[in-house]
């Protein structure tokens, strides 16, 4: 079946880097985006960025740009969303979902990784 | 860009019938037939429930339902079961290759 299996719980100080991993199973792994959504404690659903995993084109939310990496390594079927700077409203669980997208319009999330919890905390 | 507008809260009983909305604007909901509806459990990842507007993916009930009409979609989800509980999230494409979320509204089964 379709999985997506994240990395685990990370805690960091207010200005250091966090990078998370996604590895996908159970479909062809070039044939889709994967896209990052996190949501800080009690709060929302936000939509962070996608990356193509055919061809690395990525697409940041305009709040995260400059500070925010999604790569992928078609090697192991595995993206990876790196996160500079982190400040403590950086808290959140991240997670990778699976997307469907056609030449750059975004359809559908699915599935969803299991989320990793990032707090940031001095 | 700003977050869709769905109620903080709705609820109903079992059998019933509720109907949460989501409302955007022009730039999004309006504009494209690429809303998509989640469901997520306390502590557990979101659930695809329903893509472009109406479809549900397999292995979804068919007691869920969505629509759209404007600037607002909507989800409905008929004969409620206890399990329905969750949180549901709306989502749409906003162009220039990016999404938007909704807040959120928490169902409550009585």
């Known amino acids: 079946q379709v999985q997506l299996v994240q990395s685990g719980a990370e805690v960091k100080k207010p200005g250091a880097s966090v990078k998370v991993s996604c590895k996908a199973s159970?479909?062809?792994?070039?044939?889709?985006?994967i896209s990052w959504v996190r949501q800080a404690p009690g709060q929302g659903l936000e939509w962070m960025g996608w990356?193509?995993?055919?061809?690395?084109?990525?697409n940041y939310a305009q709040k995260l740009q400059g500070r925010v990496t999604m790569t992928t390594d078609t090697s192991t079927s595995t993206a990876y969303m790196e996160l500079r700077s982190l400040r403590s409203d950086d808290t959140a669980v991240y997670y990778c979902?699976?997307?469907?997208?056609?030449?750059?319009?975004?359809?559908?999330?699915?599935?969803w990784g299991q989320g990793t919890l990032v707090t940031v905390s001095s | 860009q700003s977050a869709l507008t769905q109620p903080a809260s709705v609820s109903g009983s079992p059998g019933q019938s509720i109907t949460i909305s989501c409302t955007g604007t022009?730039?999004?909901?309006?504009?494209?037939?690429?809303v998509s509806w989640y469901q997520q459990h306390p502590g557990k990842a979101p659930k695809l429930m329903i893509y472009?507007?109406?479809k549900r993916p397999s292995g979804v009930s068919n007691r869920f339902s969505g629509s759209k009409s404007g600037n607002t979609a909507s989800l409905t989800i008929s004969g409620l079961q206890a399990e329905d509980e969750a949180d549901y999230y709306c989502?749409?494409?906003?162009?220039?290759?990016?999404?938007?979320f909704g807040g959120g509204t928490k169902l409550t089964v009585l």
């Open positions: 022009s730039s999004d909901v309006g504009s494209y037939n690429l």
């Open positions: 979902a699976r997307l469907s997208m056609v030449q750059g319009v975004i359809d559908w999330f699915d599935p």
């Open positions: 989502c749409s494409y906003a162009g220039s290759s990016t999404s938007v």
């Open positions: 990356i193509s995993a055919y061809n690395g084109n990525t």
């Open positions: 472009e507007v109406s």
């Open positions: 159970g479909y062809t792994f070039t044939s889709y985006g």
